[in-house]
């Protein structure tokens, strides 16, 4: 990525480059800017960051400030669907603006499950991921002939043909009376249910960020950046565009299914009305607020877009405004989302005194 | 027999406001390359804006067409305040530009005119019927195939007949070129813009007699018009009428005969069909590239 000279051994033109300001940004091997976590420093604050997480339900009640466990929860639900939605636009360039569909999905799949076939809820949960991955795949199918508007129609015409299927077809989704789901139940003592539930939501949103995080630096990641890049590119150097972009909207759809399944379990209540066109919007909304194509902007993006609703809802007519104008002034003059001002202001201070 | 011809009559009435919505989309994207996720929400504030002057007992003529203009005044300063400032972006980029102003207008339209639904005063009327051997059409059925036939006709004229529709098509197909040649680009654009969101006004005049006005009024219409563009192929005119004549006919046909409830799943799963043969729409053109 950078030049590798060797600290000390400055070429000539580079000899007024303080010597410590090449020594944090080298990198001497591929291998080196591979690394997700690099240095004692990062580590010591991932790990103080995954404490801090796993210490979160038991200390907001504590703290006197138990209510947010529901918000904590719904938070780690859209951090997961935005890092999924992350991958399939983001990555591979693909847009889909029916995600509330496989989000739908995800919650009535763990919800019917656990309901009806009174099946233990972690089997829930996957089978709620693997269900949505299906129907991802089968959305991938078309897409394979689809760009741009194309692709943008089909996948929209998805999401609300899940909800008047969910809507209308009453015998698998109680339709407007709504579906019951039974709370999970970790079997551990003293903790409260929302309590449980907001461990096992952070726990699942911190692994699935993680497992992101590896796919995106993997031939994986690369694949789907090469056929955003150029799909033509990527398949004349031996980018199976079949495998990948069926493979993208299928990881995408999982992490919308896992998703799916923690909402049914806040919600506790699943009613197709939860799962609109505007959410669909919302999640979008969420990873280019944050930053398109990069696993920590789907997650800046989702946290802001969840908490600050949760703030601001004294003005909550007000909030389709700001949100929208704020999705404009974004694309206007930050497209690289908050997460690609951070990088920036970051790589400015790194190499500052140039 | 005649059930069947009452579905497709039906099928007309509808058709021809998709068809409505869906040349406002098909014009925007071939002249500058954005799908406007916005186009409903700048027909529903045209209406709006009709029926606040209709409650000041404006005449009906005169508050229509104010509604209009305010679309297409709209249209064109998004065009010049926001579209160009960001004319680098992609086209997912400009997808998202337009989806938030979608959220800004339907929010700045709750908050100023409720949630609730209001009764948009017509001149014609939904009851009041003629009889074609059998087949029965409301006036105002009659009215809305005329005024979208009427607009639609308007549109070929001016597209292919004049010299303004000339320099439109000359811009959408290359601007750069097109500029060179002394070609008001940017002016055309701006046109471009007030007059498909026109369009789309109109069409928001026409339904929201039938469906009463709220905020969220155009939405489904709205879908139907983009999924009727993409079904005759989004940069091709006649395929947009085409296409939601198509569209507004099968979906009132399989509401009549199977399924009510189901008629916006079936024109999703049409449209999916139709695009898994010709991925470039029944009548478009545009879908090879070059590397």
């Known amino acids: 990525m950078f030049t590798p000279l060797a600290p000390g051994?400055?070429?000539?033109?580079?000899?007024?480059?303080?010597?410590?300001?090449?020594?944090?940004?080298?990198?001497?091997?591929?291998?080196?800017?591979?690394?997700?976590?690099?240095?004692?420093?990062?580590?010591?604050?991932?790990?103080?960051?995954?404490?801090?997480?796993?210490?979160?339900?038991?200390?907001?009640?504590?703290?006197?400030?138990?209510?947010?466990?529901?918000?904590?929860?719904?938070?780690?639900?859209?951090?997961?669907?935005?890092?999924?939605l992350n991958l399939l636009v983001g990555y591979a360039g693909l847009i889909s603006l029916g995600h509330a569909g496989f989000v739908a999905i995800g919650a009535y799949a763990s919800g019917l499950l656990a309901a009806r076939l009174e099946v233990p809820w972690p089997a829930a949960w996957l089978g709620a991921a693997a269900i949505s991955a299906a129907f991802g795949f089968l959305v991938g199918l078309p897409a394979l002939r689809l760009t741009g508007p194309y692709l943008t129609i089909a996948t929209l015409g998805f999401g609300i043909a899940v909800y008047q299927v969910l809507t209308n077809w009453t015998e698998l989704s109680g339709g407007r009376g709504g579906l019951s789901v039974p709370a999970l139940g970790l079997g551990v003592g003293g903790m409260s249910a929302i309590q449980q539930l907001a461990l096992v939501a952070?726990?699942?949103?911190?692994?699935?960020?993680?497992i992101a995080y590896n796919l995106a630096r993997s031939h994986i990641g690369r694949a789907l950046a090469a056929i955003r890049d150029s799909d033509i590119a990527?398949?004349?150097?031996?980018?199976?565009?079949?495998?990948?972009?069926?493979?993208?909207?299928?990881?995408?759809?999982?992490?919308?299914?896992?998703?799916?399944?923690?909402?049914?379990?806040?919600?506790?209540?699943?009613?197709?009305?939860?799962?609109?066109?505007?959410?669909?919007?919302?999640?979008?909304?969420?990873?280019?607020v944050g930053g398109l194509g990069t696993v920590t902007g789907g997650i800046i993006g989702a946290l802001l877009l969840t908490l600050i609703p949760h703030y601001l809802s004294g003005i909550k007519q007000w909030l389709p405004i700001a949100y929208g104008a704020v999705i404009i002034a974004m694309m206007l003059f930050e497209p690289q989302g908050l997460y690609g001002r951070w990088l920036r202001i970051r790589r400015y201070f790194k190499a500052w005194p140039l | 027999m005649i059930q069947f011809g009452q579905y497709v009559v039906g099928g007309l009435a509808t058709g021809s406001l998709y068809a409505l919505v869906a040349l406002?989309?098909?014009?925007?994207?071939?002249?500058s390359r954005v799908l406007n996720f916005a186009h409903g929400d700048i027909a529903t504030l045209a209406t709006f804006v009709a029926f606040t002057l209709l409650g000041r007992a404006v005449p009906f003529a005169a508050a229509v067409a104010a509604g209009l203009l305010a679309a297409a005044a709209l249209g064109a300063a998004f065009f010049f305040f926001v579209l160009r400032p960001a004319r680098e972006a992609s086209l997912l980029g400009k997808i998202v530009i337009t989806l938030g102003l979608a959220l800004v207008l339907s929010g700045v339209m709750l908050v100023t005119w409720g949630a609730d639904t209001q009764v948009f005063p017509f001149p014609l009327s939904d009851t009041r019927v003629y009889r074609l051997g059998g087949v029965v059409v409301s006036e105002m059925s009659v009215g809305t195939i005329g005024a979208g036939m009427a607009l639609m006709g308007l549109m070929y004229g001016l597209v292919q007949r004049t010299t303004l529709g000339l320099a439109m098509r000359a811009v959408a197909q290359d601007a750069t070129a097109a500029q060179a040649l002394g070609i008001p680009a940017r002016r055309i654009y701006a046109l471009t813009w007030g007059l498909a969101s026109a369009l789309g006004g109109a069409a928001g005049v026409l339904l929201a007699p039938v469906v009463y006005l709220d905020p969220y009024m155009m939405l489904d219409p709205f879908l139907k018009g983009f999924a009727a563009a993409v079904l005759g192929g989004i940069d091709s005119l006649p395929g947009a009428v085409v296409g939601g004549f198509i569209l507004g006919i099968a979906e009132n046909v399989f509401a009549g005969y199977v399924s009510f409830k189901f008629k916006t799943t079936l024109a999703f799963a049409i449209i999916v069909l139709v695009l898994t043969v010709r991925p470039e729409g029944l009548l478009g053109r545009e879908y090879r590239r070059r590397v």
Not at chain 1, 269 to 280: G, M, N, R, Y
């Open chain 1, 9 to 84: 051994r400055a070429a000539p033109g580079l000899a007024r480059i303080p010597l410590f300001a090449v020594a944090r940004t080298l990198v001497e091997r591929y291998e080196d800017d591979l690394y997700l976590v690099k240095g004692p420093a990062a580590w010591t604050a991932v790990a103080a960051l995954l404490i801090g997480l796993a210490a979160l339900p038991f200390l907001l009640p504590r703290l006197g400030m138990g209510y947010l466990l529901f918000i904590a929860v719904l938070a780690s639900a859209n951090v997961i669907v935005a890092v999924g």
């Open chain 1, 202 to 210: 952070i726990t699942a949103a911190v692994a699935l960020c993680w």
């Open chain 1, 234 to 288: 990527a398949e004349v150097t031996g980018v199976s565009l079949t495998w990948y972009k069926t493979l993208a909207f299928a990881i995408s759809a999982a992490y919308a299914g896992v998703a799916g399944a923690i909402i049914a379990q806040a919600l506790r209540h699943l009613e197709p009305q939860a799962f609109t066109f505007l959410e669909s919007i919302t999640y979008f909304a969420m990873i280019v």
């Open chain 2, 24 to 31: 406002g989309i098909v014009l925007l994207y071939r002249s």
